[in-house]
Nanobody
C-alpha cells in the first residue's frame, strides 16, 4: 500500500522558516516523482515544488523560488521542503503527492492530475 505522511507544519511568524517532511512507503522511491502542493482557504490546490528522485532534478513555482528548497533522502524514502522567508500568503494546507507515471516535474510545470497518490496534508500558518 502506497503511503505518504506529511509532518512539520505549524504556526510561524512572517520571515520565519519551517521544514516539511514527506515520509513515503509502499513503492520504489526512485521510480516516482514527488511533488508538494498547497491549498489556501477558498483557493484551488496549486503545485509548489517537485523532485524527480531518480536524478534529483527539481522545479519550484515562481512564487517560492529562492525561498523554498525541495530535497530528498533516497535512503530514508523521504522528501523535504525547506521553507524560508515565509509570508502570510504561504498559509495553506501543504500536501505531498507521488507520480507513478512520470516524471512530471520540469520547467513546464507540474499538475495535480499527474499525481496519483496523496498524503493527508499538514497545516502551515504564517502570521504577520
Amino acid at each position: 500500500e502506497v503511503q505518504l505522511v506529511e509532518s512539520g507544519g505549524g504556526l510561524v511568524q512572517a520571515g520565519g522558516s519551517l521544514r516539511l517532511s514527506c515520509a513515503t512507503s509502499g513503492f520504489t522511491f526512485d521510480d516516482y516523482t514527488i511533488g508538494w502542493f498547497r491549498q489556501a482557504p477558498g483557493k484551488e490546490r496549486e503545485g509548489v515544488s517537485c523532485i524527480t528522485t531518480s536524478d534529483g532534478s527539481t522545479y519550484h513555482t515562481d512564487s517560492v523560488k529562492g525561498r523554498f528548497t525541495i530535497s530528498s533522502d533516497n535512503a530514508e524514502n523521504t522528501v523535504y521542503l525547506q521553507m524560508n522567508s515565509l509570508q502570510p500568503e504561504d498559509t495553506a494546507v501543504y500536501y505531498c503527492a507521488a507520480d507513478s507515471m512520470g516524471p512530471h516535474c520540469s520547467a513546464d510545470g507540474f499538475f495535480l492530475y499527474e499525481y496519483d497518490y496523496w498524503g493527508q496534508g499538514t497545516q502551515v500558518t504564517v502570521s504577520s
